[in-house]
């Protein structure tokens, strides 16, 4: 599908409008932002430790005077890299493994489906806690958390799809073409079922920015004195009661965030139902 | 006794689960990169001091036994004893069960008493302002971190105008109540997001329903129609979404325990880790998932009561 | 003939938004004299669910607007009634049953509640006056077995046992008029006539009036007295059942009743050409005409105003003064 195609069925989605613009705003704040603003996240300054958001330190200093904004902005780089990986790894894992899960069928069926409802079983905060806090906290160990634990909601969704995609006609004729299973799965059946699965990634994405900011606040996470979201909200707890902008502002990027992949996700929502 | 016959039926069935949660959570640490004796004593111990360890927990016997002596030590009712508490955890886990529990169930009430108000306001203003209102009112919700909001609401309510405590779990059952409300509030913010759009479609859907029709040809005011038709069915449909969504209130706890100071299994899971202690580790994500799955069939049994058409003899 | 239960006048009903208003029930006027059984009788689409709905303004979720026209019951108009005052007239002096017996009853409560419900929305009773009479209803309406089934969930119940229910939620409080929308569509052909039958026998012990609504010309024949026939939202014929069937007169009513099978005959059958118009952009004229066989010019220019046949016995077309 080329790019003029795709902006047309965007315009049929007013959530994917403002999304789209929301994350181009988002990207471009944080990866471009750094080269107009004056501060360096890391740079302490005594003097002007603690201060209230003016018009040099638009979002206020913190308790080593170094620049929110600037942190802000630095820990959006970090968090935002990080769960992009951490979402789209599970992606690839779980939707390949749902998929062939619900192609092969039979015996492997049944025992991806068990391995499944164990994993289901425990709760997404309690494994990765676990797994990122023995291994110890890096950034690679993150990735390889959230992609043993998130993997099975994608299987999830793409086996249902691909369960029911493996009786419909395409399947039949490109069997009867002599098409080998691989390419079957791969080429034809994937592309069509996937949709549901980019849907979810959406609100995975929210999932993984409050998962990779919890084990930040725990200590878990990106360690001082890189600035991460989580990191600078738990940092910022011991000055709530002076300086509550330090923590304030980072939340509130969490949240902007947020709410801009909730458009993104309600957009692909509107088109999936759109099509013919 | 038919309710008991699919209790029992319902509890069978968890055995495979149960024991598959043994295995993930026995191979949490044993396939890992190092092995526990190593990460156990990290730096501080000597060669001697790592063969004596393995030794002493049985790592140098062939994996499978490990198991089955990791088994065991489970069914004896306990996990090995804690490194930083020196206790069995076993004791400390029941010990500290309670408080998480507590803050579940709290948790859950006010998130129903959230949900079935707001849900019910949305559905009936479909495609309104009110409804639009609420919606946005979640997307933000659910996009809030957790430890942020307790954060701020703490600041506010606890610090400022001082009606909350700030952390801690108090003492006697109203002082506890105390303790737990703020951190409840905010476990049941994040999960009424996801209950409310469940409850909304469940109550348009009703809504549209031909008993519906029905009962308003018989004269019944709009009110009656709610509480007494609309309601009940929608409401059943309740009970097995948050049945879903159990993991996610108990995931909840992690985090809030530790920022409020309550000594549940949350805290005790982040405080472990921390101190490395692997036993107490192993322990607790094995009676997390345990409770994740029991009131999951909990759940079941309780809807196959409340649904008049589910037939509870097979 | 003695005043009329129902005295329906030029009745217009639409539906939808501002960008997309359909007039679904155009210009209907008919009677329903006492302890008359009506029927109203068109293709699925045509408006007379309706028609019915507009009655006591009981529209499922839809936009719907009574625009013009009145509502008379005995004598009162309920057009202009406020949403209160129908909802003492609902169950009690017309009540209105609906076409799908299985998902006409609530699932979660026991049906002799959902009988008692009415009776103790209109009527005051004591605390155990109901469940007695909701057993002398469930015997009235022939379910068998009354006091071991009052506690029985509407599952637990087959569709023509449940649509027995609905008619007994329907008559337990006697009322004038009762609208019966297509209630032997969802069932089986023997059970139909179980249905129609006990509304038959009903009407003959309480004197209820009825609005029998069907796309089956032969429930028509069965169980109706005098029948009006629909089309594309606007009445095309009224008239006894024997003068319709004797002497059908607007050309839809005779192709309807030509597209009959008959048995013993051998003939092709012979369906009406074309299909029923948009009601978004009607046709010009008569509605029909685009499908109708005796059609001339003045047809697509002209509504055809409603012309007496035979006493009692109307049809709106240009052609009803040729005859048969």
Redesign the interface.
């Known amino acids: 599908m080329n790019i003029r195609e795709t902006l047309a069925r965007m315009r049929g989605s007013p959530s994917l409008q403002a999304g789209a613009a929301c994350l181009a705003a988002l990207l471009l704040v944080v990866f471009i932002g750094p080269y107009f603003c004056p501060f360096d996240p890391d740079a302490i300054d005594f003097s002007v430790a603690m201060a209230p958001p003016d018009g040099t330190h638009w979002f206020g200093t913190d308790n080593l005077g170094r620049d929110v904004l600037a942190r802000v902005f630095a820990a959006g780089r970090i968090d935002l890299q990080i769960a992009a990986v951490c979402v789209a790894l599970p992606f690839a894992v779980g939707s390949t493994i749902g998929a062939v899960s619900a192609y092969v069928g039979g015996v492997v069926d049944a025992i991806v489906m068990r391995i499944v409802d164990v994993v289901w079983a425990f709760p997404f905060y309690v494994l990765v806690i676990a797994i990122v806090g023995s291994l110890g906290p890096s950034i690679g160990n993150m990735y390889l958390a959230f992609t043993l634990v998130v993997w099975i909601s994608f299987a999830r969704i793409v086996r249902g799809e691909v369960l029911v995609a493996r009786r419909l006609e395409y399947v039949q004729a490109a069997r009867v073409l002599g098409f080998g299973h691989g390419r079957i799965v791969l080429r034809h059946i994937l592309p069509n079922v996937i949709a549901p699965a980019m849907v979810f990634a959406m609100s995975d994405v929210i999932l993984t920015i409050l998962g990779v900011t919890s084990l930040g606040f725990l200590g878990l996470g990106i360690q001082p004195p890189q600035a991460e979201w989580g990191l600078m909200i738990s940092e910022g707890r011991n000055f709530i009661f002076d300086a509550p902008w330090i923590s304030l502002f980072p939340g509130l990027a969490i949240i902007y965030v947020g709410i801009t992949f909730t458009l993104i996700g309600d957009g692909l929502d509107d088109l999936m139902r759109a099509k013919p | 006794m038919e309710v008991l016959r699919f209790s029992l039926i319902r509890l069978l069935q968890l055995v ?2 149960l024991i ?2 043994t ?2 959570s026995f191979l ?2 044993r396939v ?2 190092g092995d526990p004796a190593t ?1 156990i004593l990290g730096n501080r111990g000597s060669a001697e001091d790592i063969a004596r360890l393995k030794a002493q927990l049985g790592l140098d016997a062939p994996l499978w036994r490990q198991y089955l002596s990791f088994l065991a030590d489970i069914l004896h009712g306990g996990f090995g004893r804690s490194i930083a508490y020196r206790q069995p955890v076993g004791a400390l886990i029941l010990d500290r069960m309670w408080a998480t529990l507590a803050l579940v169930g709290l948790s859950t009430v006010i998130a129903l008493a959230i949900t079935v108000p707001l849900a019910t306001i949305a559905a009936l203003n479909k495609d309104r302002p009110a409804d639009l209102l609420i919606k946005a009112f979640f ?2 919700a ?8 307790a ?2 609401l ?2 506010l309510v606890s ?1 400022h105008w001082q009606i909350f405590p700030v952390s801690g779990y108090g003492s006697g059952f109203f002082d506890r109540l105390h303790h737990l409300l703020l951190p409840a509030i905010v476990i049941a913010l994040a999960t009424a997001a996801l209950t409310t759009r469940t409850l909304r479609s469940s109550i348009i859907a009703v ?15 709009g009110r ?1 129609v709610l509480l ?2 609309i309601l ?2 929608s409401l ?1 449909s309740m009970i097995s979404v948050f049945g879903v969504h159990t ?2 209130i ?3 706890t ?2 809030i325990e ?1 920022v409020f100071g309550i000594p549940g299994l949350g805290y005790l ?2 405080s472990s ?2 101190a490395r202690d ?1 036993p107490m ?1 192993q322990g ?2 094995v009676t ?2 345990i409770l ?2 029991a009131i999951n069939a909990l759940t079941d049994i309780a809807y196959a009561i409340a ?3 589910v037939q509870l003899s097979s | 003939m003695s005043a009329p239960v129902l005295d329906i006048r030029h009745l217009r009903t639409s539906f939808g938004g501002a960008k997309a208003r359909v007039a679904a029930v155009d210009d209907v006027s008919f009677q329903i004299g006492r302890g008359e059984i009506f029927g109203l009788v068109g293709e699925s689409g045509c408006g007379k669910s309706a028609t019915c709905r507009s009655i006591i303004r009981l529209f499922a979720g839809a936009r719907a607007t009574i625009e013009s026209g009145q509502i008379l019951f005995e004598g009162r108009d309920l057009a202009p009634l406020r949403e209160a005052e129908l909802t003492d007239i609902r169950g009690a002096a017309i009540s209105m049953i609906f076409q799908d017996p299985m998902t006409a009853l609530n699932p979660t409560m026991k049906i002799g509640q959902q009988i008692a419900e009415v009776l103790k929305r209109h009527q005051a009773l004591s605390r155990s006056a109901p469940r007695a009479r909701v057993l002398e209803l469930l015997a009235e309406v022939g379910v068998p077995n009354p006091a071991g089934r009052i506690d029985s969930y509407p599952h637990e119940f087959s569709g023509g046992m449940r649509q027995r229910v609905l008619i007994a939620i329907a008559l337990a409080c006697r009322p004038k008029l009762l609208i019966a929308d297509e209630p032997t569509t969802a069932l089986d052909v023997t059970v139909q006539d179980q249905i129609l039958k006990l509304i038959l026998r009903l009407r003959r012990e309480i004197g209820t009036s009825v609005l029998l609504v069907t796309h089956d010309l032969g429930v028509v024949a069965q169980s109706c007295d005098r029948v009006a026939v629909m089309y594309a939202g606007r009445i095309v014929e009224t008239g006894t059942v024997r003068q319709l069937f004797a002497r059908p007169s607007h050309p839809y009513t005779r192709a309807l009743i030509a597209a009959l099978p008959s048995t013993g005959s051998r003939r092709p059958l012979t369906p009406i050409g074309g299909a029923p118009p948009s009601l978004t952009a009607p046709p010009t004229g008569c509605r029909f005409h685009p499908r109708c066989a005796v059609a001339f010019e003045a047809c697509a220019q002209v509504l055809p105003p409603a012309v007496a046949v035979e006493d009692g016995h109307s049809s709106a077309c240009l052609r009803a003064a040729d005859g048969p």
Do not use: E
Not at chain 2, 142 to 149: D, H, K, Y
Not at chain 2, 213 to 220: E, I, M, Q, S, V
């Open positions: 495979p689960v598959g949660i295995i993930v949490l640490l890992l990169p990460l997307v933000v659910m996009s809030m971190p957790s430890f942020w909001l954060t701020l703490v600041l610090l809504t549209r329903a031909d008993f519906i029709d029905t009962a308003r040809a018989k004269g019944l005011c009656s007494r038709h009940p069915n059943i993991s996610w108990i995931g909840g992690v985090v530790s899971l982040v880790i921390s692997y580790v607790l994500t997390f998932a994740v799955v649904d008049p058409r």
